[in-house]
């Protein structure tokens, strides 16, 4: 515009300052997902495929989320009478602890952003978090409590 009107150097500046936004953009978004992990999924991927033992029944309290490991991932766990529940602990949103979360129903939220996940199934109820949360099938042998990827058996199973 400055340009036909004669401006040149007014026109170049006008079009050097829309370049530096443009590159001040593309670096603020690279920066926040890559350096700031925004709109990144934070909750661990790699669970286990196969039923691995994780602690003996007897050592998990009932109606209290509780912070389980199985191999290299964290995981919260809820007793509730003859059900366990089991999902990745870090969040999928910034990766706060779902262990020190609350339970509310059968589900739990987060206590970083109030994110809320289902103990049934992973799925985000209430965001921020637009990721599920990993999910893990559960079931009881010889007394010890065995998690895998619920995603390989959608349903988890009952102790006994
Ligand atoms: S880290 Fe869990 S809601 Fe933000």
């Known amino acids: 515009m400055e340009r036909r009107r004669g401006n040149r150097a007014s026109g170049i500046a006008n079009g050097l300052t829309g370049f530096a936004f443009s590159l001040a953009g593309a670096w603020l978004g690279g920066h926040l997902v890559y350096q700031e992990k925004i709109g990144v999924n934070h909750a661990p991927q790699q669970l286990p495929e196969k039923f691995v033992a994780i602690m ?20 919260v766990l809820l007793r509730r009478g003859e059900r366990i529940y089991a999902l990745a602990e870090k969040c999928a949103h910034l990766g706060g602890p779902l262990a020190e979360g609350k339970i509310e129903g059968l589900s739990v939220r987060c206590p970083w952003h109030s994110s ?13 978090a637009s990721y599920d949360q990993p999910c893990l ?16 058996n959608s349903n988890a199973s009952r102790t006994g």
């Open 137 to 152: 099938a559960v079931r009881v042998r010889n007394g010890m409590i065995e998690v895998r990827n619920a995603r390989i």
């Open 56 to 75: 003996p029944l007897d050592e998990l309290p009932q109606g209290k989320l509780y912070r389980a490991r199985a191999g290299d991932v964290d995981l």
């Open 116 to 128: 809320r996940f289902s103990l049934e199934n992973g799925r985000v109820l209430d965001g921020p």
